[in-house]
């Protein structure tokens, strides 16, 4: 997991795949954090993306950088306490002046059940779960 989130933000731009009915959805993130041994993820509750997150909580993440690139597949969990929120926001202080852990549209997953491959083009991929 530490690998994985080193990765993407290293990559600094990531993009998370979503579906909303039978239509794929890809926008590009930028936040990660590892907060109490799990890696997470942060939007806004007023967002599309958020609404189908919480209809189907199936994602996929991508990443690339030098010629390497991530794919995590996993289940999006929203932690809606303040602390996971805020720790969230401690990572990341360019969000604070968007987002507050109390303005009751800040929202924060963790990934469960996540696969994340590891590929380049010299190399065979390495996929680990957590």
Same mark, same amino acid.
Request: aromatic share 12%; charged share 30%.
């Given at each position: 997991?530490?690998?994985?989130?080193? *990765?993407?933000?290293?990559?600094?731009?990531? /993009?998370?795949?979503? &579906?909303?009915?039978?239509?794929?959805?890809? !926008? $590009?993130? @930028?936040?990660?954090?590892?907060?109490?041994? %799990?890696?997470?993820?942060?939007?806004?509750? &007023?967002?599309? &993306?958020s609404k189908q997150i919480?209809?189907? $909580?199936? &994602?996929?993440?991508?990443?690339? %950088?030098? @010629?390497?690139?991530?794919?995590?597949?996993?289940?999006?969990?929203?932690?809606? !306490?303040?602390?996971?929120?805020?720790?969230?926001?401690?990572?990341? $202080?360019?969000?604070?002046?968007? /987002?507050?852990?109390?303005? @009751?549209?800040?929202?924060?997953? /963790?990934?469960k059940n996540a696969r994340?491959?590891?590929?380049? *083009?010299?190399?065979?991929?390495?996929?680990?779960? *957590?």
């Amino acid at each position: 997991m530490e690998r994985a989130a080193k *990765f993407l933000k290293d990559a600094e731009v990531y /993009y998370l795949a979503t &579906v909303e009915g039978d239509q794929p959805r890809v !926008r $590009p993130f @930028g936040t990660v954090n590892i907060f109490e041994g %799990k890696l997470y993820i942060q939007t806004g509750k &007023v967002k599309e &993306v958020s609404k189908q997150i919480h209809v189907n $909580p199936k &994602v996929e993440i991508c990443a690339f %950088k030098n @010629g390497e690139w991530l794919r995590i597949s996993g289940e999006l969990v929203e932690d809606d !306490r303040r602390e996971a929120r805020q720790s969230m926001l401690d990572a990341y $202080p360019s969000l604070q002046a968007m /987002y507050s852990a109390d303005d @009751g549209n800040t929202e924060v997953f /963790y990934i469960k059940n996540a696969r994340a491959t590891f590929s380049s *083009f010299t190399a065979a991929p390495e996929t680990v779960e *957590f």
